[in-house]
């Protein structure tokens, strides 16, 4: 069965940092996009990060460039999200979830994304 974990969220100050897991099990992480998504409470969910597969692009909303970093380790099956200088606009729940289908290039659009995670409470608060 193909899964996906999150793990790492919590309580950080402004300004503070955070990783995010997301552990793969059932399946070879090394074929699949992954994408970083978040909601926020009465917000949609945001595609916020992706990976590629294949040369490992990436890509970043323009909420989190410069701030927001997505790496892969294969091997290991997981996807890690690495947060700095973080936000109270930040808050939100974190999910992971994986593209079933071959681009060129990662895009997070959530609606072609499948076997989403449970997600990851961040929460960004003095």
């Known amino acids: 069965q193909l899964q996906l974990a999150e793990s790492g969220g919590g309580l950080v100050y402004p300004g503070g940092s955070l990783q995010l897991s997301c552990a793969a099990s059932?399946?070879?992480?090394?074929?699949?996009?992954i994408g970083w998504f978040r909601q926020a409470p009465g917000k949609e969910r945001e595609g916020i990060s992706c990976?590629?597969?294949?040369?490992?692009?990436?890509y970043y909303a323009d909420s989190v460039k410069g701030r927001f970093t997505v790496s892969r380790d294969n091997a290991m099956s997981t996807v890690y999200l690495q947060m700095n200088s973080l936000r109270p606009e930040d808050t939100a729940v974190y999910y992971c979830?994986?593209?079933?289908?071959?681009?060129?290039?990662?895009?997070?659009?959530?609606?072609?994304?499948?076997?989403w995670g449970q997600g990851t409470q961040v929460t960004v608060s003095s």
């Open positions: 990976i590629s597969s294949g040369d490992f692009g990436t």
């Open positions: 979830a994986l593209l079933p289908t071959v681009r060129a290039a990662c895009l997070p659009l959530y609606n072609e994304y499948t076997n």
């Open positions: 059932g399946f070879t992480l090394g074929y699949h996009d």
